[in-house]
């Protein structure tokens, strides 16, 4: 008996141990880089895998006014706000109508919401910017925002249709039994008891949103429209010719710490949504 519970540990011991590398793998070049910034470009030269004499926050001062970092957070802010309210907007009302609502095409609808996650989005890159350039939209944070939206769409769509698919008809139908209209049953019945998706989709897009790099870079020109991450990649090309690595460091550290802070928050409730999206689908 005591030899098995001896195996037992040991197996257990052996399985985390991988896990225990590859998250020190990951965890170790982000405390590497916090570190950074709060050291001098001396101290970072001189000892880039120390710790810093001091921890100073000129480097993050730097960033702040001189590199203009304060403007890529409040556009990050706000792409990722409109994004995620639009994105929402337009995939809880079309979750009702394909999972609740009998129509001719309903099913073949859906099917290519969720056919659209396999397509790869940077397919979809050059034609959306005539399309912007068409519409005024270029260089626009609407746009952008829109953008964000619409790319997010399926996989809204996706993990809402899971929830309210579990919701009991008997519901809808004493309620229309009492008058209620459809919209009414949507916003009154059906959005409330799919609150857990709604946030798990919504965290996850601004997640998503607010790291995103590649369709702001393609669908913004003008400095002053930069986000977050057309701000740091700025940084990064002036730290090249200025030796500002210790702002560069602090700019990231900027970046990342809402992510973090957001992901501790609502990690359990991201968790629980997810698994009972998967259980209810």
Do not use: C
Not at 44 to 71: H, V
Not at 161 to 170: A, D, L, N, V
């Amino acid at each position: 008996m005591e030899g098995k519970k001896k195996g037992h540990i040991l197996k257990r011991f052996g399985l985390r141990i991988p896990l225990v590398l590859w998250s020190l793998a990951v965890l170790y070049p982000i405390f590497w880089m916090m570190l950074g910034s709060f050291k001098t470009n001396a101290e970072i030269y001189a000892n880039p895998w120390g710790m810093p004499e001091s921890f100073g926050f000129q480097n993050f001062i730097d960033a702040w006014n001189n590199y203009n970092i304060d403007l890529g957070v409040f556009n990050s802010l706000l792409v990722t706000v409109l994004g995620s309210l639009l994105a929402l907007m337009l995939a809880v009302p079309t979750s009702y109508a394909l999972e609740r609502m009998e129509f001719k095409g309903s099913t073949m609808l859906f099917n290519l919401y969720i056919s659209a996650m396999m397509i790869p989005m940077v397919l979809g890159w050059i034609p959306l910017f005539f399309l912007l350039m068409n519409f005024g939209m270029l260089d626009n944070l609407f746009g952008l925002s829109v953008v964000y939206a619409v790319s997010q769409l399926p996989f809204s769509i996706f993990v809402l249709t899971t929830f309210m698919g579990s919701i009991p008809k008997e519901l809808e139908e004493s309620a229309a039994m009492d008058g209620m209209s459809p919209y009414r049953i949507l916003w009154k019945i059906i959005t409330p008891l799919s609150m857990s998706g709604i946030i798990t989709v919504t965290i996850m897009n601004a997640i998503q949103f607010w790291n995103e790099y590649f369709m702001a870079l393609i669908f913004l020109q003008s400095r002053e429209n930069y986000t977050l991450g057309l701000a740091i990649d700025f940084i990064s090309r002036e730290a090249s010719y200025t030796n500002a690595w210790g702002t560069l460091f602090a700019s990231l550290t900027i970046a990342i710490i809402p992510i973090i802070i957001l992901y501790a928050i609502f990690q359990r409730r991201i968790s629980k949504g997810m698994t009972e999206g998967a259980i209810k689908g």
